[in-house]
Each structure stands twice: as C-alpha cells, then as structure tokens.
C-alpha cells in the first residue's frame, strides 16, 4: 500500500510562485509514475505534471509548460511541483498521485484520474489577479 502526503499549498498573488511537496511511503512493485493532478471547483481532475521514479522523465500538460517544473528526491521519498508565474486559473486543489506501470502508452500520457491507483489528500492552491 502506498500512502502520499501533500503540502505547501496556499495563496498567491498572480505571478507568483509555490513549491509543492508530495512525500511517499509504501512500496510499489516496477516501474512507478508520480503524478500531479488539479481540480477546480466544477471541473474534472487533470494531470499537470508526471514524471518517472526511475529515470526522472517528465511531461507537462500545455497549460503548465515552461511555468511548472516536476522534480523528485527519491532519497527523501519526495516528489515536487515548483509552480512559477501562476495565475488564477491554476488555482484548485492539487494533488499527488502514484500508478505502478509507466506514465504513458499506447500513444498517450496517463493523465486521467482513472489512471492512478493512489492519492494523496490534496493542497489548495488559490491564486488571486
């Protein structure tokens, strides 16, 4: 079982940055993908950011390309979003989420909720103009 803990949500002005901080716990078996997901009120749950435990591969979501950067610290079992330049429609919940398997295939990311077997609680973000 594996259990993710979020932290380091908040509110910001626009242009301005947060530092997201997933810590893992539990064991999965194979390949792992981290994920960051966000979901604003009346809206589905997207991915924003994955990226591979293993070799550190990462992909962005178009909206968050060049503003958001996926990082890990495996020693610390930590994963991170440092999120600059943010403006109000980043603003949601934020959360982290892990599959076993790859973070993508059969010609797609694995952005869907539907795609991670675990989750974290989830941090706010809120970004006001």
């Known amino acids: 079982q594996v259990q993710l803990v979020e932290s380091g949500g908040g509110s910001v002005q626009a242009g301005g940055s947060l530092r997201l901080s997933c810590t893992t716990s539990?064991?999965?078996?194979?390949?792992?993908?981290m994920g960051w997901f966000r979901q604003a009120p009346g809206k589905e749950r997207e991915g924003v950011a994955l990226?591979?435990?293993?070799?550190?591969?990462?992909y962005y979501a178009d909206s968050v390309k060049g503003r958001f950067t996926v990082s890990q610290d495996n020693a610390k079992n930590t994963v991170y979003l440092q999120m600059n330049s943010l403006t109000p429609d980043d603003t949601g919940m934020y959360y982290c989420?892990?599959?076993?398997?790859?973070?993508?295939?059969?010609?797609?990311?694995?952005?869907?909720?539907?795609?991670?077997?675990?989750w974290g609680q989830g941090t706010q973000v809120t970004v006001s103009s």
């Open positions: 989420a892990a599959r076993e398997g790859a973070c993508g295939g059969f010609g797609r990311w694995y952005v869907q909720q539907s795609d991670f077997s675990y």
């Open positions: 539990g064991y999965t078996y194979g390949r792992t993908c």
């Open positions: 990226i591979y435990r293993d070799s550190g591969i990462a």
